[in-house]
């Protein structure tokens, strides 16, 4: 009995820190992915900045090429060991740069010319609906928790998009941006077949370089077709936050988040972006905020934290 008892609390002492092993990864997680989407936050109203300046395929090209020199450092060596995985995994690689990389940031940038940054924000909050329902189809069960708290935030987001009511004027800028929302919904959860085998800072780097090798020929019909942009402070610095922060940093954040809490858990974080954007717009730009906006924050918020449990 004595010998079978501490078998018992042996057994039991394990289970105890796996479970706290698995709070601690889930923690983490949901960590990397608010990171990401307080940095993602910020690049739309560096986006916005840039609209009237920068044509939105030089701006994404650019932005790319600075995250590449940005990433490079840190993930050449392992893309160079890896380079035999890299070329089995081509085809799984191309579309994960071609959703993620090229076809999401330039959608997102030919938004920015007619729509505003909090605006843009509001609406890419629509993906982590897209986001669970891949994950649902994938087999992953989201549970009641999660299912009302996304309900929930996407109830306080819709209400924040309508200005406190539920009909809705979109402008061309706006279906740029559901296109964008869709686009790294598909991103995001093709993320979950990532080969294992691949590094993060390898298929960082190997993403960054596909997507700069896709825009290419678009961006010289652009420079051919609009011209150039000028070098100056107001182009260069949103260039470089966009470049450093907003592509490697968070993408980095995300891709990692996703691989240890999943998309649609990820995804319910991800319904703050329109927070940070409202804040961001708030102190930077002297953005007037409302009662109802309030209100709808506290919807989103209280369903991000019902939905991020687990």
Known sequence: MAVMDRVRTASNAS??????AGKGAAGLGVLLALTATVVWSGSFVATRDMAGSVPPVQAVFWRWIIAILAVAPFAARQAWRQRALIRR?????????????ALYNTLVHQAGLTTPAGTMGMIMAASPVVMAVYSR??????????????LLAAF????LVGDGSLGFDFAAGDLWMFGAA???????????????????PAFLLTTFVLGALMLAPVYAVSVRVQGGFEVAAGTVGPLL???????????????????MIGAARAGVVYYLQPVF????GFLLIGEETSLT?????????????LGARR
């Open 293 to 305: 906006k309030l209100l709808c924050t506290g919807l989103i918020l209280g369903g991000v934290t």
């Open 89 to 101: 995994h081509l085809g799984y690689l191309a579309l994960a740069s071609l959703l993620g990389i």
């Open 277 to 280: 954007v409202a804040v961001l």
């Open 241 to 259: 936050y966009v470049g450093i922060f907003s592509s490697a940093v968070a993408f980095f954040a995300w891709n990692k988040a996703i691989s």
């Open 15 to 20: 289970e105890n820190r796996r479970g706290a």
């Open 137 to 150: 189809i994938g087999g992953e069960k989201l549970g009641v928790r999660r299912t009302g708290g996304m």
């Open 156 to 159: 306080g987001v819709l209400l």
């Open 182 to 200: 869709l686009s790294f919904a598909s991103y995001s959860a093709l993320l979950r077949r990532k080969p294992a085998e691949i590094g993060g």
